[in-house]
């Protein structure tokens, strides 16, 4: 669902996917032609031959319905399921001859890699004697981790994960510093994969440690204060031929200090009664406590612990929650706690809690709850950085530890600020700053003073007074205003119809925010209207919005999306044959939902990832989290919600669907490939107009985090030739 999702649905991070003339460089060797689409009529595709896909005779019973589920076998895992390996094979043989005929693929895929050649760079974080920050050359598959002893000298090179593979597909997937700096865990992540195997580094001579640690996901790691080990939690090793798709369970807490084995590592915290629970670990500012905070889903619903340090196999003590409320832990002044929580307050506060009593009576207000949603709070020198969204777009203030405001932090205009990292000593912060026409900067932030000062700014080929961006808010079926995000070349004629990518996600409290992307930038340079919606189930603007797009609500997501296409068309900036919609893992399924509910609105469909079976989705890996936003088809009431809408399950032979390009991967054990191998055949066979239906199945990758840059590349290169094919052109 992104450039580099990355990823999404567990407190994750996610986007992704766009020249001509008309900016201020020309494309060299490139024509108007070959690129612009405009409204001269639709173009037919050649018959496509599909793949012959077997049916199966499974019929399942749902509280008295019968529902049957004739592509069950491609549920099987690809890697050791040889039938389906053989429909991947074929599937992917007719796309991509589909794509070599498309005359403009080879232009687009050379300008996208020309724009996507700058140099990238994650805010610094110092640890110890160095500051530390990742940075990608340009086409650099996996970004490199750099160190420095000031901001001024020459980095050297910390980690270089494109030396651990050939083809790009074993990437560098969480770092953490013990205090001091001196040691290094970081994550390996293979394929794509959420597996995660960890291991340990001596920073100052780069010597790998023996530690290495299996089986976690979810997770990163928590160093004592001593540097002695760290803290973090892990599932059972999964049986063999289960490790891409089954559940994961009974997770469990675990102490591992430096220069021991895994099997000897010390176990902390362990629930055997509640498999589903799940746990993160913090250590507090002054080293005293370990901070366990559970979790049963992707709700910010917790339940908090603590641990002295002096006892680890003593019993936890229970703080806070009882997964009714989001409890996030800042970090501590001796026996006071600090929690950002949306008890008491939808947009979120920031409150103390005292350990000797912890009673809600008790707590204090820091920060109180706004009119606009508290996004992020970080504690660095002693001052909250308060990150709010107003209208998406975000805004940050500092405050002191005991609540007083100190002032608002002075960002670039509309767009996305992020980082603010740091610890209680620190004096300095770092942070980006993006929006959709405006590549990332770097800035270094006082705290003291409030001085700002640029640090790095990204070079890319554009001039942010070439493009407008704008904000639009339009009115859903129930009269719910809906933001939306427009982003398009300033001498564009809006007298006139243009093609346009309406994209959204609308789940898991997750806001889509103004924020810089290459291949958005591409699709604007081709004459094209980039457009985000701010949906209902994101979290744009607090709790409330979040759960009225959830569960017995989910279908506010697709009429506010619905919605947003139908106001595009009135406006008369685009038309159905000429619209895309596009979305990735649950904005999979959204384009999968409003698909099958509206076919004849758009001209083509881009659903990435996508959940698309909606009565099986639990019973995969971490399906089972997910529903907190979907519900369960074991709930009768909420099985009548998920089969109304379930896109797998409401595809009707005989209907013209518009073009489409499902995308996915073979390692994906976040949104199993087999919910868009189920959907791509069942969608072929119900096809009963021209337009293509094709599925891309990329291999050795995942759901999207850590996918080398050639791969995502290639992936967004295709889907834009593929509507370059499909919708109306010249």
Same mark, same amino acid.
């Given at each position: +669902?992104?450039?580099?999702?990355?990823?999404?649905?567990?407190?994750?991070?996610?986007?992704?996917?766009?020249?001509? +003339?008309?900016?201020?460089?020309?494309?060299?060797?490139?024509?108007?032609?070959?690129?612009?689409?405009?409204?001269?009529?639709?173009?037919?595709?050649?018959?496509?031959?599909?793949?012959?896909?077997?049916?199966?005779?499974?019929?399942?019973?749902?509280?008295?319905?019968?529902?049957?589920?004739?592509?069950?076998?491609?549920?099987?895992?690809?890697?050791?399921?040889?039938?389906?390996?053989?429909?991947?094979?074929?599937?992917?043989?007719?796309?991509?001859?589909?794509?070599?005929?498309?005359?403009?693929?080879?232009?687009?895929?050379?300008?996208?890699?020309?724009?996507?050649?700058?140099?990238?760079?994650?805010?610094?974080?110092?640890?110890?004697?160095?500051?530390?920050?990742?940075?990608?050359?340009?086409?650099? !598959?996996?970004?490199?981790?750099?160190?420095?002893?000031?901001?001024?000298?020459?980095?050297?090179?910390?980690?270089?994960?494109?030396?651990?593979?050939?083809?790009?597909?074993?990437?560098?997937?969480?770092?953490?510093?013990?205090?001091?700096?001196?040691?290094?865990?970081?994550?390996?992540?293979?394929?794509?994969?959420?597996?995660?195997?960890?291991?340990?580094?001596?920073?100052?001579?780069?010597?790998?440690?023996?530690?290495?640690?299996?089986?976690?996901?979810?997770?990163?790691?928590?160093?004592?204060?001593?540097?002695?080990?760290?803290?973090?939690?892990?599932?059972?090793?999964?049986?063999?031929?289960?490790?891409?798709?089954?559940? !994961?369970? #009974?997770?469990?807490?675990?102490?591992?200090?430096?220069?021991?084995?895994?099997?000897?590592?010390?176990?902390?915290?362990?629930?055997?009664?509640?498999?589903?629970?799940?746990?993160?670990?913090?250590?507090?500012?002054?080293?005293?406590?370990?901070?366990?905070?559970?979790?049963?889903?992707?709700?910010?619903?917790?339940?908090?612990?603590?641990?002295? +340090?002096?006892?680890?196999?003593?019993?936890?003590?229970?703080?806070?929650?009882?997964?009714?409320?989001?409890?996030?832990?800042?970090? !501590?002044?001796?026996?006071?706690?600090?929690?950002?929580?949306?008890?008491?307050?939808?947009?979120?506060?920031?409150?103390?809690?005292?350990?000797?009593?912890?009673?809600?009576? #008790?707590?204090?207000?820091?920060?109180?709850?706004?009119?606009?949603?508290?996004?992020?709070?970080?504690?660095?020198?002693?001052?909250?950085?308060?990150? $709010?969204?107003?209208?998406?777009?975000?805004?940050?203030?500092?405050?002191?530890?005991?609540?007083?405001?100190?002032?608002?932090?002075?960002?670039?205009?509309?767009?996305?600020?992020?980082?603010?990292?740091?610890?209680?000593?620190?004096?300095?912060?770092?942070? $980006?700053? $993006?929006?959709?026409?405006?590549?990332?900067?770097?800035?270094?932030?006082?705290?003291?003073?409030?001085? #700002?000062?640029?640090?790095?700014?990204? #070079?890319?080929?554009?001039?942010?007074?070439?493009?407008?961006?704008?904000?639009?808010?339009?009115?859903?079926?129930?009269?719910?205003?809906?933001?939306?995000?427009?982003?398009?070349?300033?001498?564009?004629?809006?007298?006139?119809?243009?093609?346009?990518?309406?994209?959204?996600?609308?789940?898991?409290?997750?806001?889509?925010?103004?924020?810089?992307?290459?291949?958005?930038?591409?699709?604007?340079?081709?004459?094209?209207?980039?457009?985000?919606?701010?949906?209902?189930?994101?979290?744009?603007?607090?709790?409330?919005?979040?759960?009225?797009?959830?569960?017995?609500?989910?279908?506010?997501?697709?009429?506010?999306?619905?919605?947003?296409?139908?106001?595009?068309?009135?406006?008369?900036?685009?038309?159905?044959?000429?619209?895309?919609?596009?979305?990735?893992?649950?904005?999979?399924?959204?384009?999968?939902?409003? +698909?099958?509910?509206?076919?004849?609105?758009?001209?083509?469909?881009?659903?990435?990832?996508?959940?698309?079976?909606?009565?099986?989705?639990?019973?995969?890996?971490?399906?089972?989290?997910?529903?907190?936003?979907?519900?369960?088809?074991?709930?009768?009431?909420?099985?009548?919600?998920?089969?109304?809408?379930?896109?797998?399950? !409401?595809?009707?032979?005989?209907?013209?669907?518009?073009?489409?390009?499902?995308?996915?991967?073979?390692?994906?054990?976040?949104?199993?490939?087999?919910? $868009?191998?189920?959907?791509?055949?069942?969608?072929?066979?119900?096809?009963?107009?021209?337009?293509?239906?094709?599925?891309?199945?990329?291999?050795?990758?995942?759901?999207?985090?850590?996918?080398?840059?050639?791969?995502?590349?290639?992936?967004?290169?295709?889907?834009?030739?593929?509507?370059?094919?499909?919708?109306?052109?010249?």
């Amino acid at each position: +669902m992104q450039e580099a999702h990355t990823s999404c649905l567990l407190n994750i991070f996610l986007r992704r996917v766009k020249e001509l +003339m008309f900016s201020r460089n020309l494309i060299s060797g490139l024509t108007l032609s070959m690129f612009l689409v405009t409204a001269a009529g639709p173009v037919k595709a050649d018959p496509l031959a599909y793949p012959a896909t077997k049916t199966v005779e499974q019929v399942d019973d749902f509280h008295g319905v019968s529902v049957a589920d004739p592509y069950r076998w491609l549920e099987d895992d690809v890697r050791t399921s040889p039938a389906v390996r053989e429909w991947v094979t074929a599937e992917n043989e007719v796309t991509f001859s589909f794509l070599e005929k498309i005359p403009q693929r080879n232009s687009i895929r050379e300008r996208l890699t020309k724009l996507w050649n700058y140099e990238k760079f994650s805010p610094p974080t110092r640890r110890g004697s160095y500051y530390t920050f990742s940075k990608n050359n340009g086409l650099q !598959n996996q970004f490199v981790l750099y160190q420095q002893d000031t901001l001024a000298a020459e980095p050297e090179v910390l980690i270089d994960p494109n030396a651990w593979s050939s083809d790009g597909t074993v990437a560098l997937a969480g770092t953490a510093f013990s205090e001091d700096g001196k040691y290094l865990a970081y994550g390996v992540q293979d394929a794509g994969s959420d597996w995660r195997t960890w291991r340990v580094m001596a920073v100052e001579n780069r010597r790998i440690l023996p530690d290495e640690l299996h089986w976690i996901k979810f997770n990163n790691p928590s160093w004592a204060k001593d540097g002695s080990g760290f803290f973090y939690a892990r599932y059972p090793e999964p049986v063999e031929g289960a490790t891409f798709q089954s559940l !994961n369970l #009974n997770q469990q807490v675990y102490f591992h200090k430096l220069g021991t084995a895994q099997a000897d590592d010390v176990l902390v915290y362990a629930r055997p009664d509640e498999p589903t629970w799940g746990f993160s670990t913090s250590v507090s500012d002054d080293g005293q406590y370990v901070v366990i905070t559970a979790w049963v889903g992707t709700d910010d619903k917790y339940q908090v612990y603590y641990k002295s +340090m002096a006892d680890l196999t003593g019993q936890a003590v229970h703080l806070v929650g009882k997964f009714d409320h989001e409890y996030s832990f800042l970090g !501590n002044d001796g026996k006071t706690f600090y929690f950002r929580t949306n008890q008491a307050a939808p947009k979120k506060r920031v409150i103390a809690i005292p350990l000797e009593a912890p009673q809600p009576e #008790n707590w204090k207000e820091l920060i109180p709850e706004s009119a606009h949603v508290l996004d992020a709070v970080s504690l660095v020198g002693d001052t909250f950085i308060a990150e $709010s969204l107003q209208d998406a777009v975000t805004k940050v203030a500092l405050y002191r530890t005991d609540g007083t405001f100190v002032r608002n932090v002075e960002l670039e205009g509309l767009g996305s600020a992020g980082g603010f990292t740091g610890d209680r000593h620190d004096t300095e912060t770092f942070y $980006s700053f $993006s929006s959709f026409a405006t590549p990332p900067s770097i800035y270094r932030y006082d705290l003291k003073t409030g001085v #700002n000062t640029l640090v790095r700014r990204a #070079n890319v080929e554009i001039d942010p007074n070439d493009y407008v961006v704008r904000q639009e808010f339009i009115t859903s079926k129930d009269g719910t205003k809906v933001p939306l995000f427009l982003s398009y070349r300033k001498d564009l004629n809006l007298s006139q119809s243009h093609p346009t990518v309406l994209y959204g996600y609308g789940g898991f409290n997750i806001p889509l925010t103004p924020g810089f992307s290459v291949s958005r930038l591409l699709w604007m340079q081709m004459g094209g209207i980039h457009v985000t919606a701010n949906l209902r189930g994101g979290g744009e603007y607090g709790e409330e919005w979040h759960q009225a797009g959830t569960r017995l609500q989910k279908q506010n997501v697709f009429d506010d999306f619905i919605a947003a296409a139908e106001w595009l068309i009135a406006e008369g900036l685009t038309s159905s044959p000429q619209l895309a919609i596009q979305g990735g893992s649950n904005g999979g399924l959204l384009v999968g939902a409003c +698909m099958v509910q509206r076919p004849e609105l758009y001209g083509a469909c881009l659903p990435a990832v996508g959940v698309m079976d909606m009565l099986r989705f639990h019973q995969f890996t971490a399906g089972r989290f997910w529903t907190d936003d979907y519900g369960s088809a074991e709930n009768p009431e909420e099985f009548a919600a998920l089969f109304r809408y379930s896109p797998y399950h !409401n595809l009707k032979p005989g209907t013209k669907y518009p073009a489409t390009l499902i995308t996915t991967a073979d390692t994906d054990d976040r949104v199993v490939p087999g919910h $868009s191998f189920k959907f791509a055949a069942r969608l072929q066979a119900c096809q009963a107009g021209d337009a293509p239906v094709l599925i891309r199945i990329e291999t050795r990758a995942g759901h999207g985090a850590g996918k080398p840059t050639s791969k995502i590349i290639e992936e967004a290169a295709d889907q834009w030739a593929f509507l370059v094919k499909v919708l109306q052109m010249e």
